[in-house]
């Protein structure tokens, strides 16, 4: 029997990159999103879908806004209806077309708004969706909740509420795990480098060679040439989703290239990607 998984805010980005790789494990995957129909950004919940059928899985679509608890619930509700079971979580809805016009800015010239939609669809929308699904998880005995989140949970990176909302999940994941460990579920933090997601390559800039970068002001520019895919996140996602021993990470937040080395798996080109956006010694 598969297992069944759900992936939040998974139209486009690093959510599609990691349903896919859980699909592509042969999963049943239910992708959740605001974005049903074509726009700026490619991608829709039902691309998603169908792309996770194409590789083996089983997709279903299901056209969410987070910001909305009844429907983040009526989600989980139907998924426990037609599966009868949550094997993994996957909490990565986050809005990053709002915090890319926000890069780079002092908070006190933030709007208010700005800690309200990276702190409420970030660290709020995931402690939702984990309450809502971790019951049936605990029944069971088994399960895996992966928080997404970056290294700038422990150093600068954007402005104020992205930090704090990435050190935020990074404490909910580790205090999750000490009340789910005795149930057999794990709860991690994984942190992705640069991915090329489609916001990403959207913001991308050419340099006289024909190379792709990445230009954050302040924070510097980076060769996308380096970047990772979404679906090198997924593998990694999908690497834990198939550790039984996954347990003994819980509470621990990952670096993807770390995980790369550990379980063996490359991004699609053959490569193990490194580029972050801040080293350590920043």
């Known amino acids: 029997m598969s297992k069944v998984a759900v992936v939040t805010g998974a139209s486009r980005g690093i959510g599609k990159g990691i349903a896919l790789e859980l699909g592509a494990a042969g999963m049943t995957v239910y992708v959740t999103g605001r974005t049903v129909d074509g726009g700026m950004l490619p991608g829709t919940v039902g691309e998603t879908a169908a792309q996770i059928d194409a590789l083996g899985g089983t997709g279903i679509a299901l056209a969410v806004d987070h910001h909305d ?8 509700q139907q998924v426990l209806a037609e599966q009868g079971r949550i094997d993994v979580l996957v909490n990565n809805v986050f809005s990053a077309p709002d915090l890319a016009g926000w890069l780079g800015t002092p908070f006190w010239q933030l709007p208010v708004k700005a800690w309200d939609e990276v702190i409420g669809i970030g660290c709020r929308s995931h402690y939702v969706a984990s309450a809502l699904a971790a019951p049936s998880m605990v ?13 700038g949970a422990v150093q600068y990176a954007h402005n104020v509420p992205y930090g704090v909302g990435k050190a935020a999940v990074d404490k909910m994941t580790a205090d999750m795990a000490h009340e789910l460990r005795d149930h057999g579920v794990a709860a991690i933090s994984v942190w992705p480098g640069l991915v090329k997601t489609e916001l990403v ?4 800039k050419t340099d006289e060679a024909g190379g792709q970068y990445l ?16 679906r090198f996140v997924g593998r990694g996602v999908a690497a834990l989703a198939g550790d039984e021993n996954v347990i003994a990470k819980t509470g621990r937040a990952v670096r993807i290239a770390d995980l790369a ?19 350590a010694d920043h």
């Not at 390559?201 to 991308?204: D, V």
């Not at 053959?270 to 801040?278: A, D, E, F, H, N």
């Open 69 to 76: 608890d009844d429907a983040v619930e009526a989600a989980i």
């Open 139 to 151: 029944e069971a005995g088994s399960g895996l909740i992966v928080n997404v989140t970056s290294d």
């Open 201 to 204: 390559m959207f913001g991308a």
């Open 215 to 230: 230009d954050l002001g302040g924070e510097g520019k980076f060769d996308l040439g380096q970047a990772e895919t979404p």
């Open 261 to 279: 080395d550990e379980y063996g798996f490359t991004d699609l080109d053959g490569s193990v990607p490194r580029l972050l956006i801040r080293t």
